[in-house]
């Protein structure tokens, strides 16, 4: 049986039992965002201080950020705040105040 790509990430989820994860709609939409600023993973993970490895889990909704890891996405991928707070709020870490630029 083979598995659609949405469908290997779930899977993969259950790996990674002892990390919290990003909800998948979330974990799409940073991906979306990094790519419509054309950056490449590794491109996006640079600027962000982060290993490329780890957005990849990110965008495959497979870890949380901790919540300056999701400032700085924020940030390098200049989300709007709506996606930002989500991001903020879906973090390892405690949050709970705006975004602040």
């Known amino acids: 049986m083979t598995l659609t790509y949405r469908h290997q990430a779930q899977h993969q989820a259950t790996w990674y039992t ?3 994860v990003l909800p998948l709609d979330l ?3 940073l991906r979306y965002a990094r790519l419509e600023r054309r950056l490449t993973l590794r491109q996006a993970a640079r600027l962000a201080h982060i290993d490329h490895s780890y957005l990849s889990r990110l965008e495959r909704g497979l870890r949380a950020p901790r919540i300056g890891t999701a400032v700085r996405l924020a940030q390098v ?3 709007d705040d709506d996606l930002a707070e989500e991001l903020l709020a ?3 870490d405690e949050y ?3 975004l602040r630029r």
């Open 77 to 79: 991928l200049d989300l």
């Open 27 to 29: 974990a799409d939409a």
């Open 96 to 98: 709970d105040g705006p």
């Open 18 to 20: 002892d990390y919290e």
């Open 90 to 92: 879906a973090s390892v």
